[in-house]
């Protein structure tokens, strides 16, 4: 399997445990050099302590006892101790060969030891066959004059040793750091890979068409503002298909009736069965359902082209209040026939930037239901006024209202407060819709106050026009 067919979690776990074991080693040679640096150092500090420590017990009335003193030293301690008095035998003596670039006292720190200056030293030499550490110290009287050099040396092997000694315990330190390693990167990347994985389920489901698993989410996240996303989204989808399939159940039902009474009454006309007297009558009928079910096609197919993002609105500015009056006016037989009271109040300095066509067909819509769901001798008063930065219509009624639960839904597509009724007048269910998407095209709003058996309220609120500079 390759490496990209592999889980998040398993990937997660290598890489854990990958970076875990470069740090690891890194931190032992770190450790390890860091360490040595010290000791050392530390090894340069006591040779050099020691070396002054012998140094002061020199006596210059018994300079034949000093050579005895620095040989009774050297046995005593770890430390190799040489002196002499004679700088030039530095090249020869032990542990130096000669005057080569082998030599761990070269020429140019022998002329430092000569001018009183002290020299440390690290490196092989073939003489004791080992790398050693070196400390030559210029052995001066009072007057700055050189007497001798005292040589004190250390071989490196004893530092090699001190780490052998180590080495088990480092061993096991290694080992226990990188078991606790290996499991925190298992838990670790089970935390993480665990929710992404409850993401791919709930996605994999959402591809089928269901909607209703949700992700556990259980931290705040990058991947809990993911889960808490896609939950969100999984109810929207969710939300999307119960109103599709509602919208597919109310459309059939709304084709099913006018196409019921269509089929129905004119297959008895054809079937010439119909008494002479019905035929008028029942081609009313099917010239009335048909024109309700072309109602319903052109309001289907206006409001999918509200619905699309591109729908360009034809804006010009114009006064408003004129745009009231005329899309009044063709009611005006209706509300004389049924005897209601029509009244306009209406501010004519308003100006509005919109879409004459489409502005005048809410209006119309809105006028239409206030006639219709009022009864004889009723009243409908219609308002403009400009309000802050909007625009309010108000077009109000005293029909015959609408039931609490119902006022959430107006607007929704096919939804009726009452079907019958609404059928019998000619409304389609889609008025309302089709004026929400107007309004919200045009950055305004619909609201709607009603109460049952006293009438109704729908406000119409829209973005006040403003000068420039205003």
């Not at 791919?200 to 909607?211: H, L, P």
């Not at 298909?241 to 459309?251: D, G, H, P, S, V």
Request: proline letters at 4%.
């Amino acid at each position: 399997m390759k490496f990209k067919d592999w889980s998040i979690q398993t990937k997660l776990t290598l890489t854990y445990i990958s970076i875990a074991l470069i740090t690891l080693l890194f931190a032992l040679w770190f450790g390890r050099m860091v360490y040595e640096s010290i000791y050392v150092g530390q090894l340069k500090k006591t040779l050099m302590d020691e070396g002054n420590s012998l140094l002061q017990e020199y006596d210059p009335a018994k300079p034949e006892d000093f050579p005895k003193l620095v040989d009774l030293a050297s046995r005593l301690s770890k430390t190799m101790i040489l002196y002499t008095n004679n700088p030039r035998e530095l090249g020869a003596c032990i542990p130096f060969e000669g005057e080569n670039e082998e030599s761990i006292i070269n020429l140019t720190q022998r002329k430092a030891l000569l001018r009183g200056e002290t020299v440390v030293s690290m490196g092989y030499n073939r003489g004791v066959n080992r790398s050693i550490l070196a400390v030559a110290i210029p052995h001066l009287d009072e007057k700055r004059k050189l007497l001798g050099i005292l040589f004190l040396y250390i071989p490196l092997a004893t530092i090699s040793e001190t780490f052998a000694e180590m080495k088990w315990f480092w061993f096991l330190y290694g080992v226990a750091f990188y078991l606790l390693a290996i499991l925190l990167s298992w838990w670790i990347s089970r935390r993480i890979s665990s929710p992404i994985r409850s993401m791919d389920e709930v996605a994999q489901a959402m591809a089928e068409g269901n909607y209703g698993k949700r992700v556990e989410v259980t931290s705040h996240d990058e991947i809990g503002h993911l889960g808490e996303v896609l939950n969100r989204l999984s109810t929207n989808l969710e939300e999307v298909e119960n109103k599709r399939r509602e919208f597919t159940a109310n459309l059939s039902h709304e084709l099913r009736t006018p196409l019921s009474y269509i089929s129905g009454y004119s297959e008895a006309l054809l079937e010439g069965k119909t008494p002479p007297e019905k035929e008028r009558e029942y081609l009313e009928i099917v010239h009335r359902e048909s024109l309700r079910l072309k109602r319903l096609v052109n309001d289907m197919l206006d409001l999918a082209q509200l619905e699309g993002e591109n729908y360009p609105l034809k804006k010009d500015l114009f006064p408003f209040a004129q745009l009231v009056e005329e899309a009044v006016q063709p009611f005006r037989a209706a509300v004389e026939k049924k005897r209601q009271t029509l009244s306009l109040n209406l501010d004519p300095s308003v100006i509005l930037e919109g879409d004459r066509d489409r502005l005048n067909q809410v209006i119309q819509n809105l006028v239409d239901n206030a006639v219709k769901y009022t009864p004889e001798g009723g009243e409908i008063a219609i308002s403009l006024r400009e309000e802050g930065e909007w625009v309010i219509l108000e077009i109000s009624d005293s029909g015959i209202g609408i039931p609490p639960e119902s006022l959430p839904r107006i607007g929704e597509r096919f939804y009726r407060v009452d079907r019958s009724r609404s059928r019998r007048q000619g409304g389609t269910g889609i008025g309302v819709a089709i004026v929400k998407r107007i309004l919200n095209n045009h950055g305004g709003m619909l609201q709607y106050e009603s109460r049952l058996g006293e009438g109704t309220k729908a406000t119409v609120k829209l973005p006040r026009w403003r000068e420039k500079g205003e």
